[in-house]
Every structure is written in C-alpha cells, then in structure tokens.
C-alpha cells in the first residue's frame, strides 16, 4: 500500500467539507487533480472512501475508519520535524541516568524533579550502579550521566560535585554509642564493623580508612550498599560508618550518633559524564542542573 501525504491532505479536506470543489478551494487547487489524488488513494487503499452525487460526497463506513488513521498520519507529520529539532537542541528525547543507591536517599530525588521542571518532554531512564559500572557503562555508551564517587579519570570524564556531606555512625539501638553525643574516633577501633568492600565500594573504603582508626581485625562483614550496611546494623552484626542522609532511612532497632574530628563534609557525590558524550540532551540537563552544584564548584 502506497499513498502520499498529499492524498491524504486531499482526502481529509474532502472528508471535512464533504464538497470536491470547497475541498480544493480550501487546498489552493482546481478540482480535477483533487479528484484524482482521492481516485488514486482509493485503488492504494483498495476500498472505496466516498460516495460521490451530486451535492457532494459522503464518507463510506471505510470512510469513515480511514479519516480517525489519515488525521492521525497528518498529526505525527506535522509534529515530526519539531520532534526532530528539539532532540537535535537537548529538549526532547531521552537521558539516560546512573546512580548510586546511596544517592536515592535525597540527591537523586531532587535532580529529577530539575530536570523535569525545566525539560518536561525529555525522558529519564534510570540505573541503579555502583560508581566503577557506572564508569562502565559511560565508557561503552549505556548511560549518558552518572551520580558517581570520585575520583576520576579526568581525561575521560568530566565531573562537578552535587552534594557533600557529614560522615555519622550508625549503631545497633540501645548500644553504648547511642545518643552519647559526639564519640572520638579513637573509640571506635575495638567495636565490631561492618565496612564497606575494598572492591566494589572502594570510595567509601577509603574514605573511611584516611578518617578512622580501623582495626581490620574487627570486620565482621565487607558489602558494597548502604542500605545493607544498615539492615545489619539493626541485626546487631556491628557498626557502619555510612553518610548522614542516610539517616533518612526509617529502619527499626538502629541509632545515629556523630563522630567528633572529622571534617565537616567529606562524603561527595558528583555528576559525570564522558567528555565525548553524543547526546545532545546532556549538555541541556547540565545547564538545568547548574543551580544545584553552584554553591559547591
């Protein structure tokens, strides 16, 4: 089946005027060819569309059927080459997002709602990473931004910070710990520790080994989520180190208390991105994301 938009233009107008001559008047044509583009839409089609007397035309119940399809056709023409220059400007299409699961407990929230304030018809898809699959999936083109830890290459990856944050200690409720007020860190070698992997959640490894005497003696378990940490916090496995907005995290039989000495924000979460990303739609979510990694550039 072949036909073209301008038969189906003539069929429409036809259609709506249910007159052969107010059709082509209203299209700028005379009648004949008018008549034609119907007659050569209808044999494409292989139905008949109209009837034809003398007053005029009536849709056929095909007709009928045809024209809800024909507007349709028309409709997604005409939006098509907009379509095309909002993707091509960063308005339109998709981005694709990774992240940390730590960064679902406020940061993420708050880049999203951004993001689709400012740019309603880009699609966000979303990805739940550590930071080196992230670094992965930059690398091979599966994701187009990151919600990552540092460092990075950075003659591969651009990045800017979009959120710091204290570093708090998350105890099993009723534990000595347990609103005692700032505890020295120098306490905190003797008790039994749920670290985080050296392998797969390397930034907080080695934050927390530059910030804390640790007695590796005292790990009792290594994972790579936060969230895991916690459950077993509450399941009295030990203590974490975990960064304060966790504490968001509603979890029954854990507690929260300080760490004196410390600096006052060292957890950071970035944005990044591959330097020689093709998506047009990043540097437009950059911008709209500018407000919220000012303060901290």
Not at 59 to 88: H, N, S
Not at 183 to 209: C, T
């Amino acid at each position: 089946m072949e036909f073209s938009f301008g038969q189906l233009e003539g069929f429409v107008a036809v259609a709506e005027e249910r007159h052969f001559g107010r059709a082509a008047e209203r299209l700028s044509m005379t009648q004949p060819p008018l008549s034609r583009q119907i007659q050569k839409l209808e044999r494409s089609v292989g139905a008949q569309l109209l009837d034809r007397y003398s007053r005029g035309v009536r849709l056929t119940a095909a007709g009928e059927a045809f024209l809800v399809d024909a507007r349709r056709l028309l409709a997604l023409a005409g939006r098509a080459p907009d379509l095309a220059r909002r993707i091509a400007a960063g308005q339109a299409g998709s981005i694709r997002i990774g992240f940390t699961g730590a960064s679902a407990f406020g940061v993420l929230g708050r880049v999203l709602n951004t993001i689709g304030g400012q740019l309603p018809d880009l699609r966000v898809e979303l990805s739940e990473m550590v930071t080196g699959e992230q670094v992965a999936a930059l690398s091979n083109g599966e994701i187009d931004l990151g919600l990552a830890r540092p460092p990075f290459d950075t003659a591969t990856f651009a990045s800017r910070p979009v959120h710091r944050e204290r570093l708090v200690l998350c105890v099993p409720s009723g534990h000595r710990l347990a609103g005692a007020g700032p505890v020295p860190a120098a306490e905190l070698a003797s008790e039994p520790l749920i670290m985080h992997s050296p392998v797969k959640a390397r930034y907080f490894y080695d934050l927390v080994v530059g910030l804390v005497p640790i007695a590796h003696r005292n790990v009792v378990h290594a994972v790579s989520q936060i969230q895991t940490m916690i459950w077993l916090v509450a399941a009295g496995r030990g203590i974490a180190f975990v960064p304060e907005s966790a504490t968001r995290m509603r979890i029954d039989g854990v507690a929260w208390a300080e760490i004196d000495g410390l600096p006052d924000r060292p957890v950071e979460l970035h944005l990044l991105w591959a330097r020689e990303s093709a998506n047009p739609a990043l540097s437009t979510v950059l911008t709209a994301l500018e407000p919220l990694t000012a303060e901290l550039a």
